[in-house]
């Protein structure tokens, strides 16, 4: 098995072992916020004739046919050292206008007897919410900060991985381009678009069919190139092969990675 294969294997076993570490975190985040709907399922109730929703860190009462909430109850966080603590409950109501006198006012009545229920709820439950909710985040997060950690060496060694692979990657394709042939676009099915070249800060060869290196510099930042690129229309289409020196190799990298889809 050729270095490059063997380096390919390793990689794909390092991500399936991050894949697998992340798919864990994603269970126990998602376990952790149905204990934090079931707490406020536990404090706050449910009221006759409405709807409730129930999220991880809000409650939403609706009327049954409506799909816009009157009420939203949210436990608020923020940061408390290197962790986030909730620190507050608050709610937030839809305004709404009263005008005695004009038509039946049971709507106003219901829903300021909703508001003083709600209000009541919060007030005697705020604290016990707030409490068994930190607790809560504080038993998931020793869980998810020990499986962040457990990922960390794994992606430093992914990411050195990728580099021997792109390092590898990049000497075949200078040997490619120094080769006889070149680097060729190969064009797409019934497609007659050929890329562009900034070959120089203020020269671009358009419809670019090849490109090959004739000498590097000592440096190794710039290369003695030869450019085929198209010309004409129709049956009149033909290559014209220039000859560009010290073309940056900067300027290469880039069109070869622009173009990496259709080089061969």
């Known amino acids: 098995m050729k270095r490059f294969e063997i380096l390919e294997d390793a990689r794909e076993k390092i991500y399936d072992d991050i894949n697998c570490i992340e798919h864990r975190i994603e269970m126990i985040t998602s376990r952790k916020k149905r204990e934090q709907k079931s707490i406020l399922q536990k404090y706050i109730d449910t ?9 991880d860190d809000r409650v939403s009462v609706y009327l049954p046919e409506s799909n816009y909430s009157l009420l939203d109850m949210y436990v608020y966080d923020e940061w408390n050292g ?8 608050e709610f937030s109501t839809s305004s709404f206008r009263t005008e005695y006198g004009k038509k039946d006012m049971k709507w106003a009545t219901e829903r300021f007897q909703l508001l003083a229920f709600y209000s009541k709820a919060l007030e005697e439950s705020a604290s016990d919410i707030l409490s068994e909710m930190n607790k809560v985040v504080g038993k998931y997060d020793k869980l998810t900060f020990a499986l962040y950690e457990s990922k960390r060496p794994l992606n430093k060694k992914v990411r050195e991985v990728n580099e021997l692979i792109s390092k590898i990657e990049d000497e075949n394709t200078m040997t490619k381009l120094m080769s006889e042939d070149g680097l060729m676009i190969e064009k797409k099915e ?8 900034q070959v120089k800060f203020d020269w671009e060869l358009n419809s670019v069919k090849s490109i090959r290196g004739l000498k590097k510099s000592a440096s190794g930042k710039s290369i003695d190139l030869e450019v085929a690129v198209r010309r004409g229309y129709g049956d009149d289409k033909k290559l014209e092969v220039i000859k560009i020196d010290k073309v940056r190799f900067d300027n290469v990298r880039r069109f070869i990675n622009s173009n990496s889809n259709s080089i061969v």
């Open 47 to 55: 009221y006759d004739g409405y709807k409730v929703n129930y999220f």
């Open 82 to 89: 290197d962790s986030r603590l909730y620190n507050r409950v």
């Open 190 to 197: 019934e497609d007659s678009y050929l890329p562009s070249f």
